[in-house]
């Protein structure tokens, strides 16, 4: 059976795939969305490789409106559990699922994998449970497919934090050396260690008593 | 009061577009997807001169699916009320919103026009009433917006068939000769008079009892 995986290269989205490839014949997507870090979509190809890949064009910076996708300044150790933060981009998971949709409609694949996580990640109000089960309402309403072959969208990372994500992964042999999170990398792809992404990240490794195998820039003083 | 305008070039659209500028500062939102006829971009920016206008790159050809993105021959004298149409893009009004949806949130516009009718739209999917509640419910968990600032999808179309949306175009003085509505338009931009588009939108002027002020490829004999 196949399944769209909404693939980014970061490390919940790595996890994803090593899940959905358990029990699918995964199709990764990635978009290249005017994100400051391109490294992130070479780490996509590389999770991927050996897998289709497709990679969709869509610039929205015309739109402006996030820290990830213009020039504001990546906030720095700002982690706060109950904010929505700066780095939230417009309805960016409602975009990514309906292209999603698309692929999945094209191929004839009925499940939809995701990374959200709704413990810790930032309050994105696009990454919890009822946004997911109303955009499933959609996919089933809004599709020829989906009147007849309902869509499932299925984010196994759903109530886990990063640690238990982390945990998942290793179960499954991610290697999380080839994944970036970080929302300011530098040009050769060194993480900055300072911004949420990296703090929580660098937590779930500890957590599980793990040396996070990707480079920060920093130093190992953290 | 800022509106975002979905806005292909077509007849409906920019019936909507002349509905939504009598309460709202309308921005117009059109897509570059890879549709075979770039005549109706040129329509819609004609369409929305004088005002705010994002033309989006997104090109979906990758993904193929359907007779307005790839190499499939687009049916002539095909209309069938009951039937999905080959025609049908996948996920396509799903894709659309959702990019509104971005656009919305960033101007703070709460309001999002489309211009889906679904009574003799040949029963795409994504033109029912069902499917566009579910899209602003969609809207309204997935945002920052939408958790304070309820985001509403207006179809003021919706329960109109083609001629009755002319008659509300003709009141507002829209101009159809600016529009375009053929799936297989010449490269000057004219229609073909043949296809579903063309054979809704002649009827549609024929029982207003007005002549479709646009060209035809195919002369007067229709």
Known sequence: MKAV???SGGLDSATVFAIAKENYTPYALSFSYGQRH???????????KGFVHQVID????????SALTSDIDVPKMS???TAIPITYVPARNTIFLSIALAFAETINASTLFIGAHAVDSSNYPDCRPEFLAAFEKVANLGTKKGLTTPFHICAPLLMMNKAQIIQEGMKRSVDYSITSSCYDPSHNGLACGGCDACTLRLEGFRANGLQDPISYRMGPCR
Do not use: Q, S, T
């Open 58 to 65: 869509l610039d929205l910076r015309a739109f402006g409106g």
């Open 38 to 48: 391109g490294f992130e979509l070479e780490c996509a190809r590389k999770i991927a």
């Open 79 to 81: 982690y706060d559990p």
């Open 5 to 7: 995986v909404l693939l």
